[in-house]
């Protein structure tokens, strides 16, 4: 694999790795791009401990993160392609608001992301208080669905099933079916609108499994989708391109046959 199209650095808000050290960790893998995507969750729920805003830099810091980029690809475009891109935040109030920030920037590629729903983060335990875990992830992708079909300012979908992340007992009890007109209604909306799913590989060595899993990418290929791009989610050097061999030997054995690497918001592909 030759791309990571998921990286976060200390323009995140829960990382502190200098753009640098992860261009230099996809050097020594012998990749040749890498995708820069920071954080940028505009209304994000600030809860403690960590109260992190989850903007660039903190401070929606824009020129900074750009200027930072611009030195990286003096340094190092003789040896690999540093792109720049973004990870936002899809909420299904903010469609002007994105698509403003989206048009104002020379973003090469741009994920778009579920991280919140019913007003606070899949990560805050508060959201599942009354609710069974099917229903919890039965409304999560009804808002992911709306924010797909709301928000067209993006390329791919970020880690399709964050929740099961964190609903309990979510992984342990899936089946397709148990959510298949959700799932197919969020894969349809993509395809057709010419965008693509993201296989994130950030829980793969740990859990065995990507996000999405499986299950939803060999759909996806089924319904004729075929955009994919692979991400690391890496947060620390140590963690660029985790387990993207095997996360390609998956992918392929669901019938797809290239992944795409993006460049000023077009896909490039490339045969797995």
Known sequence: MISDMHIHTRWSSDSKTPV????????????????ITEHQDYDQPIFPPDNYTFLIGDTDDMEGYLADLAQCKEAYGDRIEVLTGVELGLQPHLPEKLAAYARDYPFD????????????????????????????????????YENIVRIPDFDVCGH????????????????YSKYGDELDSILQALIESGRGIEVNTSRLKSLGLTNPKVEIIDRYAELGGEIITFGSDAHTPERVGECFEEAGEMVKACGLRYYAVYKERKPVFYKL
């Open 20 to 35: 640098r050290n992860q261009i230099e960790s996809a050097l020594r893998l012998g990749m040749k791009h890498i995708c």
């Open 109 to 144: 590629f741009i994920i778009g992301s579920t991280h919140n729903f019913r007003g606070r983060g899949a990560d805050d335990l508060r959201t599942y208080e009354g609710k069974s875990t099917e229903e919890i992830c039965r409304l999560y992708f009804q808002e992911e």
């Open 160 to 175: 399709l099933d964050f929740i099961f992340r964190y609903a309990p007992g979510a992984i342990e009890t899936f089946s």
